[in-house]
C-alpha cells in the first residue's frame, strides 16, 4: 500500500470516528428502523414521481394533487423530532466532511503553488 493510500485509510478512519459521524449513524440506523418513516418517504417519492409523470403527459390537475399529497408528507416528515435531528446530525457530518475537503484543496494548490 502506498504512502497515498495509507494517509487517505487514516483519513477516512479519523472521519468515521470523529463524534459528529458517528452521531449521524446512529440517528440515521434509528430513523431506518422506524419503518413508519420508511414508508412515508417511499409514499412521498412515489407522488412526485406521479407528479412529474402527470405533468409530461398534461395532465396538470392530476400533477397538482400529486404533487400536493408529497408537500404534506414532507411538511409531516419535516416536523418530527427524529427527522429534524437526523438533518441536524447530517448537516454536522456534512460540514465537517467540506472544511476537511477545503483545507485539503487549499493545501493541495498551495504545494502545487496554484494558490
Known sequence: MSTFEESLQKLGDKLRQHDSVQAYQQVEKRLRELPEYEHLVH???????????????????????AG???DKIKERLAES??????????????DLLQYVTKTLEEK???ELGNG
Not at 43 to 65: G, P, R, S, T
Not at 81 to 94: E, I, L
Open 108 to 110: 493541495i494548490n498551495k
Open 43 to 65: 409514499e412521498m417519492k412515489a407522488y412526485q414521481q406521479d407528479a412529474v409523470l402527470f405533468n409530461k403527459i398534461d395532465k396538470k390537475e392530476a400533477a397538482h394533487q
Open 68 to 70: 400536493e399529497q408529497a
Open 81 to 94: 423530532p427524529f427527522v429534524q435531528d437526523y438533518r441536524d446530525k447530517m448537516q454536522d457530518a456534512s
